[in-house]
């Protein structure tokens, strides 16, 4: 009796370890997928913004259809022009320019009154101008260009929208009063270096800043009859976009190569942005039009970047497979903004 009872115990007992050993394994297991998960969601990489094509190359330039909400264009150097139009399975369709006007869009604009009016620019020299929406084209026959020349801007007098400036490599500003039907050639702000930016002031329309790619920016007060250099504090002389502050009291922004963002009082110097933008090169920018002080900037890398004080501070907005930005734009109406990039087409994320 006393054999089998302690056979029965020794038995019991084993079965007892076996099974909290059992638990434990199981326990542990939990344990160690709790914290994986954990560790999955701290470490994985957050994504704000979403791809919308399309599949083209690099995104030169995006500008949202002032008068058609959420109508977005996209310049790209291999891909021509496209347009996104909502309710139209949110696809690219292409507008076709000309034949030999060449797939590399620079620029794009649109007439503040009547968007059916649409600029199309490229890096052949030519700059065609539409009546409809993009269906027909004409060529506007820019004087002194050729297929060599790169036309990187397109600005319009937004009162007086039939006046347009037009800024190339070789440092030409061309300007129309008559929506491109005849054409002169203004006096360069600061030397020969290539216009990459044109500004027309919004608020004192006859006040146009030039920026250039290695000799600063440059200011007329006159509607381009006389020019002034406004470089004084210019972190460098390479200068790739400009955008304005539309809100009181108004700001300039100037995003350059090597120098990252530089903020400047309408009548004053240029002082580097604030804290926070952690590359030098910049390569686009957009002002939110409905948040005062607010301002988004494009980087290599595949960086943008915030600020909601005027370039005093900056936040970086994650990114993950984000190629170099090269074009920003902002659809206040849906509330969204825009980048543009270099071979993975366009993302967009909530604005603010």
Same mark, same amino acid.
């Given at each position: 009796?006393?054999?089998a009872t302690e056979?029965?115990?020794?038995?019991?007992?084993?079965?007892?370890?076996?099974?909290?050993?059992?638990?434990?394994?199981?326990?542990?297991?939990?344990?160690?997928?709790?914290?994986?998960?954990?560790?999955?969601?701290?470490?994985?990489?957050?994504?704000?913004?979403?791809?919308?094509? @399309?599949?083209?190359?690099?995104?030169?330039? $995006?500008?949202?259809?002032?008068?058609?909400?959420?109508?977005?264009?996209?310049?790209?150097?291999?891909?021509?022009?496209?347009?996104?139009? @909502?309710?139209?399975?949110?696809?690219?369709?292409?507008?076709?320019?000309?034949?030999?006007?060449?797939?590399?869009?620079?620029?794009?604009?649109?007439?503040?009154?009547?968007?059916?009016?649409?600029?199309?620019?490229?890096?052949?020299?030519?700059?065609?101008?539409?009546?409809?929406?993009?269906?027909?084209?004409?060529?506007?026959?820019?004087?002194?260009?050729?297929?060599?020349?790169?036309?990187?801007?397109?600005?319009?007098?937004?009162?007086? @929208?039939?006046?347009?400036?037009?800024?190339?490599?070789?440092?030409?500003?061309?300007?129309?009063?008559?929506?491109?039907?005849?054409?002169?050639?203004?006096?360069?702000?600061?030397?020969?270096?290539?216009?990459?930016?044109?500004?027309?002031?919004?608020?004192?329309?006859?006040?146009?800043?030039?920026?250039?790619?290695?000799?600063?920016?440059?200011?007329?007060?006159?509607?381009?009859?006389?020019?002034?250099?406004?470089?004084?504090?210019?972190?460098?002389?390479?200068?790739?976009?400009?955008?304005?502050?539309?809100?009181?009291?108004?700001?300039?922004?100037?995003?350059?190569?090597?120098?990252?963002?530089?903020?400047?009082?309408?009548?004053?110097?240029?002082?580097?942005?604030?804290?926070?933008?952690?590359?030098?090169?910049?390569?686009? $920018?957009?002002?939110?039009?409905?948040r005062a002080g607010?301002?988004?900037?494009?980087?290599?890398?595949?960086?943008?970047?915030?600020s909601t004080d005027?370039?005093?501070?900056?936040?970086?907005? @994650?990114?993950?497979?984000?190629?170099?930005?090269?074009?920003?734009?902002?659809?206040?109406?849906?509330?969204?903004?825009?980048?543009?990039?270099?071979?993975?087409?366009?993302?967009?994320?909530?604005?603010?």
């Amino acid at each position: 009796m006393h054999a089998a009872t302690e056979t029965q115990r020794r038995a019991a007992h084993t079965k007892r370890t076996s099974s909290r050993r059992r638990w434990r394994t199981i326990a542990a297991v939990v344990v160690i997928g709790a914290c994986a998960v954990s560790a999955w969601r701290l470490t994985r990489p957050a994504t704000p913004w979403t791809p919308v094509g @399309p599949a083209a190359g690099i995104v030169r330039t $995006l500008t949202i259809d002032p008068h058609e909400p959420h109508t977005l264009y996209a310049g790209t150097s291999d891909g021509g022009l496209l347009v996104r139009v @909502p309710g139209d399975g949110s696809s690219w369709r292409p507008l076709v320019l000309p034949a030999g006007a060449g797939t590399d869009v620079r620029a794009i604009a649109l007439d503040p009154h009547d968007s059916a009016i649409v600029y199309a620019a490229t890096g052949r020299g030519r700059l065609f101008a539409s009546r409809d929406g993009g269906a027909t084209w004409r060529d506007t026959a820019l004087p002194g260009t050729s297929t060599a020349t790169v036309v990187f801007v397109v600005a319009l007098d937004p009162t007086e @929208p039939t006046r347009i400036y037009v800024g190339t490599s070789g440092g030409a500003i061309l300007e129309t009063a008559d929506g491109g039907g005849s054409w002169i050639r203004l006096e360069h702000p600061i030397g020969v270096a290539d216009v990459v930016a044109l500004l027309v002031d919004p608020q004192r329309h006859d006040t146009i800043y030039a920026a250039t790619a290695g000799a600063g920016v440059g200011r007329s007060r006159d509607g381009g009859r006389s020019w002034e250099p406004m470089s004084t504090g210019l972190s460098t002389p390479t200068v790739e976009a400009l955008a304005i502050e539309p809100h009181p009291p108004a700001v300039l922004y100037a995003a350059t190569s090597g120098g990252g963002v530089n903020v400047a009082d309408v009548e004053g110097s240029w002082r580097a942005a604030g804290s926070g933008l952690s590359t030098a090169v910049t390569w686009s $920018l957009a002002v939110d039009p409905a948040r005062a002080g607010t301002v988004y900037a494009g980087a290599s890398g595949g960086q943008v970047f915030m600020s909601t004080d005027r370039g005093a501070r900056w936040r970086a907005l @994650p990114a993950p497979c984000i190629d170099t930005v090269w074009a920003l734009a902002l659809d206040a109406a849906a509330d969204v903004v825009y980048a543009g990039t270099s071979g993975r087409g366009v993302f967009t994320r909530p604005a603010g």
